[in-house]
């Protein structure tokens, strides 16, 4: 795999990262642990997590575990300097961080400290926002989002206090760079003009949902990244297991996301089928797997710095490692590009 710069950091990332928000609800600890083996194995050193995860369900009681099986894993390999480590603080409404209070300078601090001790390690690489505390029109928000609420000034004080308490943390050397996540051209731009103005830390990443069924990250928030040297990190690059094909039919494989997660947090809509079926098609026309060309086609797109994927097999995750090394030819592209036209936005 060829390694891509986070941004404008020192970090060198694997074009594919290993997403974790499984583990501890969908797989186990010795799953997660053989994912993380083989996924070094095949030259990925990338791994994302969070303070809240798992995931599908979200439940206070769980929340930290996927960090403490990372942590595991480091103290029983030795092989933490192998893998550049990506977490996350969690944003406004999560009850189980800190009864759900708001991202500030001072709950950053406690969090980081948190997380440390559950991943067993001195340092954070990219430490990340979860969300904004003034809300996202992610995650199928924006088809009620009001950007209306809290004041210009009340948002900017909020970032200076977490960018200088970010500068802290990183001469204390607990964390090394900043991104954001679930963010907006304008979140974003704020960030980097109080940055820029004040010699605080610029953010690195913004990690975004964006797959070839989401494309809301192309116009502007891709203009900003592109001219600001910020790195996007793709998650659900296959819109939660949608892409493969296996869901077509309104099909509930057992054990599958949908399984537990009904409308796959808003993706199922009478727009779907037919949108999946134009991406299956390509692949099967050119021979390709549909899962590995949907994590390739994220790689052709310039922000990119790596692709955050998920698997609840080592199976699944064989199936995918092959997209890191996957050219997809013009005439795919275009292809691509005619699909999108024609199914700009099924969910």
């Known amino acids: 795999m060829t390694h891509r710069r986070l941004g404008q950091s020192d970090l060198m990332v694997s074009p594919l990262c290993l997403g ?7 797989n186990s600890a010795a799953e997660g642990h053989a994912q993380i083996d083989r996924a ?9 997590t969070a303070e809240m995860y798992p995931v599908n369900p979200i439940r ?3 929340q930290g575990r996927t960090e403490e099986i990372l942590g595991t894993w480091f103290a029983q390999s030795g092989r933490r300097e192998e893998v550049i480590l990506a977490t996350k603080v969690s944003g406004a409404g999560a009850a189980g961080s800190r009864g759900g209070e708001p991202i500030t300078g001072n709950a950053m601090r406690r969090a980081v400290d948190a997380s440390l001790g559950r991943l067993r390690t001195d340092r954070i690489d990219l430490y990340q926002l979860h969300w904004p505390n003034r809300g996202s029109y992610h995650f199928r928000k924006y088809w009620r989002y009001d950007p209306a609420g809290e004041s210009r000034a009340s948002i900017n004080a909020n970032i200076r206090d977490v960018l200088e308490t970010a500068a802290s943390l990183i001469a204390e050397g607990k964390i090394r760079h900043l991104g954001l996540s679930n963010e907006s051209a304008w979140g974003t731009a704020q960030f980097l003009r109080i940055a820029d103005s ?3 830390p610029r953010v690195v990443s913004i990690q975004n949902e964006y797959s070839l069924l989401c494309r809301i990250f192309d116009l502007d928030l891709a203009e900003l990244c592109h001219h600001e040297g910020v790195s996007l990190l793709p998650f659900s690059p296959l819109a939660a297991g949608i892409l493969s094909g296996k869901y077509q039919g309104d099909a509930t494989p057992a054990g599958s996301r949908r399984s537990i997660n009904a409308n796959l947090g808003g993706r ?3 727009r779907l089928e037919p949108a999946v079926q134009a991406y299956l098609d390509i692949a099967e026309r ?5 899962c590995q060309m949907a994590l390739a086609w994220t ?3 310039p922000a990119t710095a790596s692709t955050i994927f998920g698997a609840t097999s080592l199976t ?3 199936t995918l490692l092959p997209a890191a090394d996957l050219t997809l030819s013009e005439e795919i592209l275009v292809e691509i590009q005619a699909a999108h036209k024609a199914h700009p936005m099924p969910f």
């Open 20 to 26: 974790s928000m499984t583990w501890g609800s969908q």
């Open 286 to 290: 050119h021979g390709l797997d549909p």
């Open 198 to 200: 004040d010699g605080l």
């Open 60 to 62: 206070a009681e769980t």
């Open 299 to 301: 790689l052709t797109r």
């Open 316 to 318: 699944q995750l064989e």
């Open 268 to 270: 199922i809509t009478p």
């Open 40 to 48: 070094l194995e095949a030259g990925i050193n990338f791994i994302d």
